[in-house]
């Protein structure tokens, strides 16, 4: 059974900075591409980021390019998403996603998400 498990949310200041990490198991973790993705409050869902398999190639939603890094560790299935220089149009509930092996913004597995609160 595939599971994702999102941690690291929290209320932070604006600027500050945050470690999102997602824990998956039930499946081969480094054969699939991996997202986050976030949806603020009354929103639909926004992809944030993903990272390939091998976690050499990133890919960034224009308003966090520059301010946020995905990573993962495929020895220890997890991914990770680093927050810095937060605002507070960044709030929101943030879940890991494992991305459909063929098609683009396609996601077969979500967790249940973390929260992340920015506001002074």
């Known amino acids: 059974e595939v599971q994702l498990v999102e941690s690291g949310g929290g209320l932070v200041q604006p600027g500050g900075s945050l470690r999102l990490s997602c824990a998956a198991s039930?499946?081969?973790?480094?054969?699939?591409?991996m997202s986050w993705v976030r949806q603020a409050p009354g929103k639909g869902p926004e992809w944030v980021s993903t990272?390939?398999?091998?976690?050499?190639?990133?890919y960034f939603l224009d308003s966090v390019k520059g301010r946020f890094t995905i990573s993962r560790d495929n020895a220890k299935n997890t991914l990770y998403l680093q927050m810095n220089s937060l605002k507070p149009e960044d709030t929101g509930v943030y879940y890991c996603?494992?991305?459909?092996?063929?098609?683009?913004?396609?996601?077969?597995?979500w967790g249940q998400g973390t929260q992340v609160t920015v506001s002074s």
């Open positions: 039930g499946f081969t973790f480094g054969s699939y591409d």
């Open positions: 990272i390939n398999s091998g976690g050499d190639k990133t």
């Open positions: 996603a494992r991305d459909h092996v063929s098609y683009a913004y396609v996601f077969d597995s």
